[in-house]
């Protein structure tokens, strides 16, 4: 996805289908849907079985846009009947991403389909990284389940810690924290510091939970101990490494190539 200008929204539309065998996957990999979606002015990103199917237009050209995309997912559906595959229009989503002034231009809220309309959601699951994408890109919802979990992780962790070790208290922080707040946090780089700071509260709670000190203690001594880089630190860390791998060869080609 990346970032927008402001002259153009982007229009999303996750389609995922029912597989009959276990090679129905696979045949819907290996098979010709990237043609039909360059068939009709549409890129695309394949995972298991979904795919992720995408265009740039202006606002202006949303209605266009709209019906080529109705048009697309009726010749993907038909692709898929002649290969035995069955299109799941339960977890079929729609999304514009767009600034603030350009989604308000946009007049189309769902799209005609075969099973009846589908309307445009402002949070859609990318199912390819477990990330929740909302209209602006901003990240918040995504960042909201994120500490919800992790903060129901730590009310768990904070009924035994006291049948803990320090070293063990490392251990399943993380294991069931610091996993979460770096999980594809590289799509995190250009949030805002209201969303970084929701997840910096989450690093806080779980270092004073292994430290025992009380949420009036300043942090920034206590994660120097732990050797901790604050969460936005950890974001440009995780940048880097990518790109220094992308320098060396060791990116798969799709990076590497940027």
Excluded at 56 to 68: C, Y
Aim: glycine content about 6%; some cysteine.
């Amino acid at each position: 996805m990346g970032a927008f200008d402001g002259n153009t929204n982007t229009t999303v539309c996750s389609v995922s289908h029912k597989a009959p065998s276990v090679l129905g996957p696979l045949l819907f990999l290996l098979a010709e849907v990237a043609e039909v979606l360059a068939a009709h002015g549409f890129k695309g990103h394949s995972y298991a079985d979904d795919t992720q199917m995408y265009i740039s237009v202006p606002a202006a050209d949303t209605v266009d846009a709209a019906v080529h995309l109705s048009d697309c997912i009726v010749s993907i559906k038909r692709w898929m009947n002649s290969h035995r595959l069955k299109m799941n229009p339960d977890k079929t989503q729609l999304l514009w991403i767009g600034t603030r002034p350009q989604l308000s231009k946009v007049a189309v809220n769902e799209i005609a389909l075969s099973t009846g309309p589908l309307g445009f959601s402002s949070v859609v699951s990318n199912l390819g990284v477990g990330l929740l994408f909302d209209e602006q890109l901003s990240m918040a919802d995504h960042v909201t389940g994120v500490c919800k979990s992790c903060f129901f992780q730590l009310r768990q962790l904070r009924l035994i810690r006291s049948c803990l070790t320090m070293d063990s208290t490392k251990t399943l922080v993380h294991a069931f924290i610091s996993s979460r707040l770096d999980y594809c946090n590289s799509q995190l780089v250009g949030a805002t510091d209201c969303v970084i700071r929701k997840l910096q509260g989450v690093q806080n709670a779980a270092a004073r939970l292994i430290t025992g000190t009380c949420k009036f203690d300043h942090i920034t001594p206590i994660l120097r101990d732990l050797h901790w880089f604050p969460v936005h630190q950890r974001i440009k860390y995780k940048i880097a490494m990518l790109v220094n791998k992308c320098l060396q060869g060791l990116a798969p080609p799709y990076l590497a190539e940027l």
